[in-house]
């Protein structure tokens, strides 16, 4: 069976004991509607209003017209089970998983809604994981959790949590503490045939420094990002997508491949460059996003 595909430039968190903020969110552009169960989420007298908001939503099909993944709270809360068990239920695409620190972590969850859905009567591998990684731990273990579950999607990083577990010092005008575990984590997430979400940028209204975190962003390898507010979905919406341009120029490149290979030429040239494996390769991949891009817009 073929593996589905997600699309994933724009994920936005909302609280989830807020009824408004989530009536709000079933209206906007984001592509994934992540409803927290962790930080957002205070005090702790929260929590179960929160799943029971969640529950009421998702099962109203608040949220039919995306993919929606719940973020638990850590291992060692003492509220994961609860937030497992209550909202796993039709609608709801899979989870994240909250501060990972290594695969034990990704097989310990796995397990836990095997067990569940075998219990609930779910096929086994409905519900599906992001693992998130933002402890120093996660970034150095980060290929052995991107392949600890086959429930894996995507993998995203957590940049503010790292900083503060590295203890290191947050610049957003020269963010060069972030560049080697943002490169890393989407070379995995890609080695691994996984989907790369980048950082959220927690400045939400400056839709400018957005603009330069998404560009980085998208030179890095990443497909989408977290957002924090509806209003920062357009801009990844954009940056996440191929271009005009870009698509032209991969049709462009197809075609001449195309014809190189009837004359048995073996390369074509285009813009005086030769049109290689690896452009024809980009080209198939812009093509394949176009696609993606317009089934969810039907």
Known sequence: MEKKKYLMRSLMFVPGHNDKLQQSASKSDADVILLDLEDSVLPISNKQIARDTIVKNVSAGLFKNYEVFIRINERDSGFLLKDVLQTTILGVTGFLYSKTYNAKDIIFFDKLLETIELEKGFPVGTFKIIPILETASSIIKADEIATASSRNVAIGFGS???????????????????????AWVAMVARTHNLIPIDAAYIIIHDLEGLEKHCALGRKLGYAGMWTLHPKQNAIPNKFFAPSEKEIAEAYEILKLDEEAQKLGKGVAIINGSFIGPPLVVKANHIIERVKLIKSKQK
């Not at 503010?160 to 957003?172: A, H, K, M, N, T």
């Open 160 to 182: 503010e949590d790292f900083v503060s577990d590295l203890q290191g010092i947050r610049d957003f005008e020269e963010p060069q503490e972030l560049f080697t575990p943002r």
